[in-house]
């Protein structure tokens, strides 16, 4: 039994934040290579996660000749190298650079922008995003102003669906119905009215906005920025915007959504010549077999919410593909065990972890639950998701299993070394269908 007690703010921590403001952005990249417990770790951004069937392929390569063997999948559509040998940098970069994943050197660890992952796919939304995509990426690393942005800070392309303008991103642009776009700074609920064609220049606007105002206080993200600099920022960008000639209109509000949803797993609606298919990816690793399956398919859009989605398969081979997705292990329709779990990498790969989370995830897998499940080897949860979620947290006496909605956390008792009360405890807290 779960024994409830109070709520509580969830405090949570990702890796370099304690010493972020003396040493300067410690996250990993393409070309700065981090080191982890398991190898080198290398983290390529994917702007909106998009990847064509060649880039997928070098990204292959690079996880088979230097890691090891696994792409991992990270909460902003990124992709992770793990295991890395030390001395691989300089072959990396040339093989990354060859694929058309390295624009622009100095930037590389700034292109972190995601975008609702089905926009133009299947007739829903306000917006086709991917116009926005390249030319916000353009944008990006044609400004010698934004490679001092941290390589934490989020941009967010939303088609209007609202399933990533609920991620928090630092800066979210929003497709409307009449046309526009919203440009969202921060966390609240007040959105600046752009036309839709502005909203990339007014995105890097309101982000080298961000870096002027963060200069004295050293802030990563908006949300880092003291109160009353937070409060100024977004009047700060409509006077930059109105200066660049840029039409804006403001006070509109327009609530963040509190949950964001992942596709469905399966065929994705829509009239088109050309199949789609939505894959759930297991705690987001994929192994080889697994990664040249997707990437033999056409174009890769990664996901936030560790899947991926297929797009351009030729309706003669949709049937044979989507079957040997899921014989290889991946999600391909509803009622999987393994949708809404995740974990953090935990052990062996992480120091700071308390267990091997994924091994501790997989041991409990049971019937799919109502609520997601996020298993964190430490306090730091890194990768957490958003919105309401069962919080699963290693300490020194066991796993704390918790409740999160709205940012608050209703604690249970910690179940102590006892593998088949933990997935029991765990099944109760996600409300499991039978």
Same mark, same amino acid.
């Given at each position: 039994?779960?024994?409830?007690?109070?709520?509580?703010?969830?405090?949570?921590?990702?890796?370099?934040?304690?010493?972020?403001?003396?040493?300067?952005?410690?996250?990993?990249?393409?070309?700065?290579?981090?080191?982890?417990?398991?190898?080198?770790?290398?983290?390529?951004?994917?702007?909106?996660?998009?990847?064509?069937?060649?880039?997928?392929?070098?990204?292959?390569?690079?996880?088979?000749?230097?890691?090891?063997?696994?792409?991992?999948?990270?909460?902003?559509?990124?992709?992770?190298?793990?295991?890395?040998?030390?001395?691989?940098?300089?072959?990396?970069?040339?093989?990354? =650079? $060859? %694929?058309?994943? +390295? @624009?622009? *050197?100095?930037?590389? !660890?700034? &292109?972190?922008?995601?975008?609702?992952?089905?926009? /133009?796919?299947?007739?829903?939304?306000?917006?086709?995003?991917?116009?926005?995509?390249?030319?916000?990426?353009?944008?990006?690393?044609?400004?010698?102003?934004?490679?001092?942005?941290?390589?934490?800070?989020?941009?967010?392309?939303?088609?209007?669906?609202?399933?990533?303008?609920?991620?928090?991103?630092?800066?979210?642009?929003?497709?409307?119905?009449?046309?526009?776009?919203?440009?969202?700074?921060?966390?609240?609920?007040?959105?600046?009215?752009?036309?839709?064609?502005?909203?990339?220049?007014?995105?890097?606007?309101?982000?080298?906005?961000?870096?002027?105002?963060?200069?004295?206080?050293?802030?990563?993200?908006?949300?880092?920025?003291?109160? =009353? $600099? %937070?409060?100024? +920022? @977004?009047? *700060?960008?409509?006077? !930059?915007? &109105?200066?660049?000639?840029?039409?804006?209109?403001? /006070?509109?509000?327009?609530?963040?959504?509190?949950?964001?949803?992942?596709?469905?797993?399966?065929?994705?609606?829509?009239?088109?010549?050309?199949?789609?298919?939505?894959?759930?990816?297991?705690?987001?690793?994929?192994?080889?077999?697994?990664?040249?399956?997707?990437?033999?398919?056409?174009?890769?859009?990664?996901?936030?919410?560790?899947?991926?989605?297929?797009?351009?398969?030729?309706?003669?081979?949709?049937?044979?593909?989507?079957?040997?997705?899921?014989?290889?292990?991946?999600?391909?329709?509803?009622?999987?065990?393994?949708?809404?779990?995740?974990?953090?990498?935990?052990?062996?790969?992480?120091?700071?972890?308390?267990?091997?989370?994924?091994?501790? %995830?997989?041991?409990?897998?049971?019937?799919?639950?109502?609520?997601?499940?996020?298993?964190?080897?430490?306090?730091?949860?890194?990768?957490?998701?958003?919105?309401?979620?069962?919080?699963?947290?290693?300490?020194?006496?066991?796993?704390?299993?918790?409740?999160?909605?709205?940012?608050?956390?209703?604690?249970?008792?910690?179940?102590?070394?006892?593998?088949?009360?933990?997935?029991?405890?765990?099944?109760?807290?996600?409300?499991?269908?039978?």
């Amino acid at each position: 039994m779960l024994a409830a007690m109070s709520a509580s703010p969830l405090t949570t921590s990702s890796p370099g934040d304690a010493c972020a403001r003396s040493s300067g952005d410690a996250c990993p990249g393409a070309l700065r290579l981090h080191r982890a417990d398991d190898g080198a770790l290398a983290r390529i951004r994917i702007p909106g996660g998009v990847l064509t069937p060649r880039q997928a392929e070098a990204l292959g390569q690079a996880a088979e000749r230097f890691g090891d063997g696994e792409l991992h999948l990270t909460s902003r559509g990124n992709v992770q190298l793990r295991g890395l040998t030390p001395d691989c940098g300089a072959e990396l970069a040339g093989l990354l =650079d $060859t %694929a058309g994943l +390295l @624009p622009s *050197e100095r930037h590389e !660890r700034v &292109r972190n922008v995601v975008a609702s992952p089905l926009s /133009g796919l299947d007739g829903l939304g306000s917006t086709d995003v991917r116009p926005w995509l390249t030319e916000l990426d353009r944008l990006l690393c044609g400004s010698d102003n934004t490679t001092a942005l941290s390589g934490r800070f989020l941009f967010a392309l939303d088609d209007g669906r609202g399933d990533v303008d609920a991620l928090g991103a630092d800066l979210t642009l929003r497709g409307h119905d009449d046309g526009c776009a919203l440009l969202r700074v921060g966390d609240g609920d007040a959105v600046l009215r752009v036309p839709s064609a502005d909203g990339p220049p007014a995105a890097l606007t309101a982000a080298e906005a961000f870096l002027d105002s963060a200069r004295d206080s050293g802030a990563w993200r908006v949300r880092d920025l003291p109160d =009353d $600099t %937070a409060a100024a +920022l @977004p009047a *700060e960008v409509v006077r !930059r915007l &109105r200066q660049a000639g840029i039409a804006v209109t403001t /006070g509109t509000a327009h609530p963040r959504p509190l949950e964001a949803l992942p596709p469905a797993p399966g065929p994705v609606p829509g009239d088109r010549a050309e199949a789609a298919f939505s894959v759930g990816v297991p705690l987001g690793r994929l192994d080889l077999t697994q990664w040249r399956l997707l990437s033999s398919a056409g174009e890769l859009r990664l996901t936030p919410w560790r899947g991926v989605v297929l797009t351009g398969i030729g309706p003669d081979r949709a049937d044979s593909l989507l079957e040997g997705l899921s014989e290889a292990g991946l999600i391909t329709g509803p009622g999987s065990p393994w949708a809404g779990v995740g974990a953090c990498i935990g052990r062996p790969g992480c120091a700071k972890s308390l267990a091997d989370v994924r091994a501790d %995830a997989g041991a409990a897998v049971g019937p799919a639950g109502r609520l997601p499940v996020y298993w964190s080897g430490c306090e730091r949860r890194c990768g957490h998701p958003r919105g309401e979620w069962i919080d699963v947290v290693a300490t020194p006496g066991g796993h704390r299993i918790s409740h999160v909605r709205e940012g608050r956390a209703t604690e249970a008792a910690t179940v102590r070394d006892d593998p088949a009360a933990l997935a029991d405890a765990v099944a109760a807290a996600r409300g499991t269908h039978t």
